[in-house]
């Protein structure tokens, strides 16, 4: 090969791209673990009240019937120390997790907001009603003694993995032990 070929203008533009390529990177990484470490909590206050029990027909379910709670809550936090310069946005979302005999795990989204970086990042839901239904795929939410809700958001960066965490808070409630009689008034049980 003759040595004026080896050095074509084809070879040194694909030499100085994929160097570039290898420099972003590197700096990506860097710029990854700058925040790697930084603690992503914060502290909240949240009430569930009004919490109330029907008996549902759901024909997707074994038994055919299942239980739907309603409440109200108030949430208020705010996720302002969590937002840096590699955090693009935070999908937030409060989970209530309860276990039973069936399932031992049982989580279920109730609530959820995506927040944007110049968006307002102080949450102040005052009497907010659940934005999907709390539905068990039985009849164990009757009586039951500890159903636990907390806030959760998954923090999406510029560089790096998609963070999870929850708040340091949480709340613990217990259901009641009769069912509502009526209709639900507003979408709600």
């Known amino acids: ?13 694909n030499a100085i791209f ?18 790697l470490f930084l603690n992503y909590t914060t502290n909240i206050h949240l009430d569930v009240n009004n919490v109330k029990l029907r008996r549902v027909n759901d024909y997707a379910s074994e038994s055919g019937v299942a239980d ?8 208020k936090a705010d996720v302002s120390p969590l937002f840096n310069w590699n955090v693009k946005q935070l999908f937030v979302y409060l989970v209530a997790e309860y ?5 031992p795990v049982n989580q279920v989204v109730i ?13 102040d839901e005052r009497i907010g009603t659940p934005k999907y239904h709390l539905m068990d795929d039985g009849t164990s939410l009757k009586d039951h003694k500890n159903v636990t809700f ?5 923090v999406v960066p510029n560089a790096g ?27 709600r049980a």
């Open 1 to 13: 090969m003759p040595a004026d070929s080896m050095h074509s203008l084809y070879a040194r533009a």
């Open 18 to 35: 994929a160097f570039m390529l290898w420099v972003l990177s590197a700096v990506t990484f860097a710029c990854f673990l700058s925040t």
């Open 68 to 75: 739907l709670a309603a409440f109200d809550f108030s949430l």
């Open 99 to 103: 276990a039973t005999e069936k399932n």
């Open 111 to 123: 609530w959820d907001r995506i927040l944007h970086r110049n968006d307002r990042v102080v949450i």
């Open 150 to 154: 907390v806030l959760r958001y998954n």
């Open 161 to 187: 993995y998609l963070r999870l965490a929850q708040a340091e808070s949480q709340i613990h409630i217990e259901m009641p032990s009769e069912y509502t009689a009526g209709k639900p008034s507003r979408g």
